[in-house]
């Protein structure tokens, strides 16, 4: 089928269903949401047979859906109505929750139903459940529309409260008043609740010692108290404020009120709060530290079988510079440990996205921390090239772009979870060259051709496309839990298999031929000389497009590497 998408941005849950749609053979298009008259014009190009709204905040002109059909993906139950059904889902407690693929018309979110799939919650942000729940049952819920359409004698549900199945209702527009925190009064349970209701858009406003800001990315703490709403310590960027029966951590927060030149967008805390956070103790806690009770640990190391499991669970996927040193630091020290097999698990959400483009546009020189973040990144992505007596499977649970793809690549082994979208390219982000010893990795698993293909098509992969093409090396897993317990079983597999020495074996000779043949260094010096142009030349494309991405700037056109339509239109 012709299906073209009509969406707010190409977030993760669009590149998910346009990666299955495509897979199934249907002829893809997208067009982001800039106006009525730009979106009229989209669909007179490219003639589309359906319209999914797989992200969209603004309403369908009548224009377009009086003559085509319209499926809205719906983050809600059947009868779910409004622009915050998930936050009300959160804040209210729901224990099961849903996405209604329903088709759009004149009274908003009111219009026919073609699917409704549920699934149980979880205590997670919002975000998360966006990328992982809401992503599954939206895929689910548009083949099922898909198919139905194509059965053609199939119609959709008119929406009618009077049904026992229709349970939602109409939601208002959650406002900060909705969700703000008495500190007062509110329990941990609570405030986590609230934030993550919010996160990551809009967050919680809120005032730390005077400073309005809003909150982002809490976790519960069980050791720490205190008065409630004091601060209690820092660690890692991230801090500690007490609750009436506990505390919580908080790692990200946004000025709400931003000072002439000072960022509006998310940092973590400590950076926002400057001397408000200074006085605080820092509470460290090594990866290989197990803590007692709950607490927020961004990078764990723990062994089980024989076996080394590194987990790093960074905010969005973004590693700064000192992020990448600790992340490295642990890498080291675990090529130290009487181990031979290494799993690195990335985060939950996410496996990793690279460089920290806000903490790099909230630098006093971007391109002097952007220097400094890519050679931390490539200093992490050597100490995981060289590992001679290690085994290193890198197991995707989450979405991987850019430099986190390529710090995959240089583990021996790549997994990823069925359901992964892989950006393995940087050229999007103001045609940024990139660097993570790319040059090395890429070419070597999936030749020239292909390698450059994939780094000018600037589109997103799935998982068993991305397997397919060898640029990973296998691909299970339909949930998390399914997927984790695969490849803990691989890796014990692998640490008890008597041939591990041979394998070991093997990989320092390709090795120490790839080195002969050409040093790491020299790949990393022909990377950085094109990323220095990049950061410090007179092509400021890269500090624009970054801009635009850190301040979330309204798209003013579709890319053509995006909009089929248009490019069939310039040929
Ligand atoms: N029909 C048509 N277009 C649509 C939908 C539809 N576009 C996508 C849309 N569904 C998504 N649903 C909503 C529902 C309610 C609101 C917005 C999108 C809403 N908005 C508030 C307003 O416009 O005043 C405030 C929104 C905000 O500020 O975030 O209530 O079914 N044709």
Request: proline content about 5%; hydrophobic content about 40%; overall charge negative.
């Amino acid at each position: 089928m012709r299906i073209l998408f009509l969406t707010h941005a190409f977030n993760s849950l669009s590149q998910r269903l346009y990666v299955e749609l495509a897979r199934r053979g249907h002829a893809l298009s997208i067009e982001f949401d800039i106006n009525d008259a730009v979106a009229e014009q989209a669909v007179a190009l490219f003639q589309p047979e359906l319209i999914v709204a797989p992200f969209l905040k603004r309403a369908i002109p009548e224009s377009i859906w009086r003559n085509h059909r319209c499926i809205i993906v719906h983050p809600g139950i059947k009868g779910d109505r409004g622009p915050s059904s998930l936050d009300w889902a959160i804040l209210r407690c729901e224990t099961t929750w849903g996405v209604t693929c329903l088709q759009a018309d004149a009274e908003m979110d009111a219009g026919d139903i073609w699917a409704s799939v549920e699934f149980p919650m979880r205590a997670a942000a919002k975000s998360s459940l966006y990328r992982n729940e809401v992503t599954e049952a939206a895929l689910q819920g548009i083949l099922l529309t898909i198919e139905r359409i194509e059965q053609g004698d199939c119609r959709p549900e008119p929406l009618d409260y009077d049904r026992p199945d229709v349970q939602g209702r109409w939601h208002c527009l959650m406002t900060q008043a909705d969700r703000a925190v008495d500190w007062a009064a509110d329990d941990t349970a609570t405030v986590l609740r609230k934030i993550r209701a919010g996160d990551g858009v809009p967050g919680v406003r809120d005032c730390i010692g005077g400073k309005a800001c809003y909150l982002y990315n809490a976790h519960p703490e069980s050791q720490l108290s205190g008065a409630p709403g004091e601060l209690l310590a820092r660690r890692d960027g991230a801090v500690c404020r007490a609750t009436v029966d506990g505390a919580v951590w908080i790692t990200h927060l946004r000025a709400a009120e931003p000072a002439e030149g000072e960022p509006a967008f998310k940092l973590p805390a400590t950076q926002v709060l400057g001397p408000l956070a200074e006085h605080l103790p820092e509470h460290r806690l090594l990866p290989t530290v197990e803590p007692a009770g709950a607490t927020w640990q961004e990078l764990s190391y723990r062994e089980r079988n024989g076996v080394g499991h590194l987990y790093f669970d960074f905010y969005n996927g973004a590693m700064d510079s000192e992020q990448c040193e600790r992340l490295r630091r642990a890498v080291a020290e675990a090529k130290q440990r009487q181990i031979r097999v290494l799993v690195l698990w990335g985060g939950a959400d996410f496996w990793s996205n690279g460089i920290h483009l806000n903490r790099i546009e909230a630098a006093s020189s971007p391109a002097d921390e952007s220097w400094r973040n890519i050679n931390a990144m490539n200093d992490l992505c050597r100490e995981l090239i060289e590992t001679p007596s290690l085994y290193v499977i890198a197991a995707l649970r989450g979405n991987a772009g850019a430099g986190g793809v390529f710090m995959a690549l240089a583990a021996d082994r790549v997994l990823a979870r069925e359901g992964v979208v892989l950006n393995p390219h940087y050229k999007s982000m103001g045609n940024l060259y990139g660097s993570e010893y790319w040059s090395y990795l890429l070419p070597k698993r999936v030749g020239e051709v292909r390698a450059k293909a994939l780094t000018e098509n600037r589109l997103p992969l799935g998982a068993p496309e991305a397997s397919e093409l060898g640029l990973i090396d296998g691909c299970f897993g339909e949930t998390l839990t399914e997927f984790e317990a695969l490849v803990e079983m691989e890796a014990r597999t692998l640490a008890e298999c008597s041939t591990l020495g041979e394998r070991l074996e093997g990989k320092r000779l390709r090795r120490a031929q790839d080195e002969a043949e050409k040093p790491l260094e020299e790949y990393r010096e022909e990377e950085l000389e094109r990323m220095k142009l990049n950061f410090y030349g007179f092509d400021p494309s890269y500090h624009v497009a970054r801009y635009h991405f850190v301040e979330k700037l309204p798209k003013a056109r579709t890319p053509v590497y995006l909009a089929r339509h248009r490019r069939l239109q310039a040929s």
